[in-house]
T-cell receptor, first 112, second 117 residues
Framework: QQPVQSPQAVILREGEDAVINCSSS?????VHWYRQKHGEAPVFLMI?????EQKGHDKISASFNEKKQQSSLYLTASQLSYSGTYFC?????????????FGTGTKLQVIP | DVKVTQSSRYLVKRTGEKVFLECVQD?????MFWYRQDPGLGLRLIYF???????EKGDIPEGYSVSREKKERFSLILESASTNQTSMYLC????????????????FGDGTRLSIL
């Protein structure tokens, strides 16, 4: 079952912050985050393992709430280059062969 | 640098044809994946392979098969193409996850936009 992402779309002005959420109905082992720009391949941002750790990548960070089976991606002081569709991917169980189930995506547009 | 190459960027085929989509990675990765991407549906896993000659069904395997005869190459086969298989197809690869290093990211190709007429 696909994880649920919210919001489906968001428009930001440069410098504004945004949060993208990813929720699953099943117990999660890890959460992956990717960004896809129009016409390009998805690009890896970060992976979070269960344990509630928070990771950062420049001004993009994420958290993983194991109890809620939810991950959130935080974009701080957004830049034009942040525009694209963000996908979360969830992995259930103890890893296995890395079957990752992706959500339907959140389209983010940053405007000047 | 990591490279996943898909043989065609655009492909047009006719209903009933047997279609082959090819994917090659140069990173010596054990795992390879085929996804299809449709508007509003995100990335959906068709098949994946964790070793040569090994394959596992993903979430939407119906109408597809795969072949992995060599580690670097993973082929997606549409046995008898239908119009509902018109889509963007993405191939990805990753190394086997090491518990000490946590899971490994997937590296994607640029995709093949397939149209079935």
């Amino acid at each position: 079952q696909q994880p649920v992402q919210s919001p489906q779309a968001v428009i930001l002005r440069e410098g504004e912050d945004a949060v993208i959420n990813c929720s699953s109905s099943k117990a999660l082992y890890s959460v992956h985050w990717y960004r896809q720009k129009h016409g390009e391949a998805p690009v890896f941002l970060m992976i979070l393992l269960k344990g509630g750790e928070q990771k950062g990548h420049d001004k993009i960070s994420a958290s993983f709430n194991e109890k809620k089976q939810q991950s959130s991606l935080y974009l701080t002081a957004s830049q034009l280059s942040y525009s694209g569709t963000y996908f979360c991917g969830t992995e259930i169980g103890s890893g296995g062969y890395q079957k990752v189930t992706f959500g339907t995506g959140t389209k983010l547009q940053v405007i000047p | 640098d990591v490279k996943v190459t898909q043989s065609s960027r655009y492909l047009v085929k006719r209903t009933g044809e047997k279609v082959f989509l090819e994917c090659v990675q140069d990173m010596d990765h054990e795992n390879m994946f085929w996804y299809r991407q449709d508007p509003g549906l995100g990335l959906r896993l068709i098949y994946f392979s964790y070793d040569v000659k090994m394959k596992e069904k993903g979430d939407i395997p119906e109408g597809y098969s795969v072949s992995r005869e060599k580690k670097e190459r993973f082929s997606l086969i549409l046995e008898s193409a239908s119009t509902n298989q018109t889509s963007m197809y993405l191939c990805a690869s990753s190394s086997t996850h090491d518990p000490n290093l946590s899971n490994q990211p997937q590296h994607f190709g640029d995709g093949t936009r397939l149209s079935i007429l």
